[in-house]
């Protein structure tokens, strides 16, 4: 059974940092490009940041230069180190694995982040 999981989502004030971590398991996570997307309330998923299977990443422009995707095959989990949180990046932060092919694609349950004064 494939599993993605999030965690470290919360509170914060703006200005703060967090980090996001997604576990998988079920797959075969070093094949997979990675990536993280957010939904704020009444708006669409959008995409934050992509990590490959070798390693390229792409970001979208809101976070460039504050948000960093990272990922650890051995471990078979992906990060989202978050700095300068501003209150627009409150969402639901969703993990998504896809395979290369596109073939297969699995998401997470979601993880809140809330960032206010």
């Known amino acids: 059974q494939v599993q993605l999981v999030e965690s470290g989502g919360g509170l914060v004030q703006p200005g703060g940092s967090l980090r996001l971590s997604c576990a998988a398991s079920g797959i075969v996570f070093s094949i997979y490009n990675l990536g993280w997307y957010r939904q704020a309330p009444g708006k669409q998923r959008e995409l934050v940041a992509r990590?490959?299977?070798?390693?390229?990443?792409n970001y979208a422009d809101s976070v460039k230069g504050r948000f960093t995707i990272s990922r650890d095959d051995t471990k078979k989990t992906m990060y989202l180190q978050m700095h300068i949180l501003k209150p627009e990046d409150t969402a639901v932060y969703y993990c998504n694995a896809i395979v290369p092919s596109g073939a297969r694609e699995y998401w997470g349950q979601g993880t809140q982040v809330t960032v206010s004064s």
């Open positions: 990590i490959r299977s070798l390693g390229a990443t």
